[in-house]
């Protein structure tokens, strides 16, 4: 490969929504596209799925909770491509709402995979995302209302513009050490590890569109995250409301926005629209 080729990748994306937003990408960027997938087996059943579509996308294996295979998958990008035009951070899990395990595991185990293995992905990766780049965090509406079950001091915490990243990880571990302890809800937490780690997602994306602005302003990379609706994937099952292609139309609206866009930036985005949260 060209290092002027471009190239999109999306994470988790051997089912569900990012199945369907690589399929999407796939028809509709210009450029090669990535599946990447935990399990390397079910990664390349899901490209041999699209292949027989017409489509072709690429496979490359991705533990996102593994450091080691994130940054194999950098070398890999810096060395085909030159770097990385498009990111979607999909990969994620969430507990059942009938789970018997115990809070505290399920704080530890989601946060660790959707929040800090997600800004994993983004510390590695964003450094070879090329100019006019865009990354999508997929984050949930349930984030917003994780913040809005949050006591009056958190909530202020997490919406101050001065926040920073080393902040919002303090914050993070101190969610998963109080829900260790026991003391979360005293302490004024929400009772959702899925919508904390979210939260955090939604508020990671504010922070690294401030830091792209000050560093790389010039190179006119967008970065927001995003919440697909409630679809019936594995994670939610039949309750959802929504199929697996309505949930990919916003990831992948702005995966493609135009390379003149200059908004949105570090926003959270659901049906396309700019969400207050």
Known sequence: MSSCSRVALVTGANKGIGFAITRDLCRQFSGDVVLTARDEARGRAAVQQLQAEGLSPRFHQLDIDDLQSIRALRDFLRKEYGGLNVLVNNAGIAFKFDDPTPFDIQAEVTLKTNFFATRNVCN????????????????????????EQCCQPLQEMFCCEALTEGDLVDLMKKFVEDAKNGVHEGEGWPNSA????KLGV???????ARQLDEKRKADRIL???CCPGWVKTDMAGDFGS?????????????????PDATEPQGQLVRDKVVQDW
């Open 242 to 258: 929504r199929s697996v292609e309505e949930g990919a139309e916003t990831p992948v609206y702005l995966a493609l926005l135009p």
């Open 194 to 197: 899925y919508g904390v780690s």
């Open 124 to 147: 590695e990766l964003l450094p070879i995302i090329k100019p006019h780049g865009r990354v999508v965090n997929i984050s949930s509406l349930q984030g917003s209302r994780a913040l």
């Open 223 to 225: 970065l927001n995250a």
């Open 202 to 208: 939604t508020v990671l994306s504010r922070i690294l």
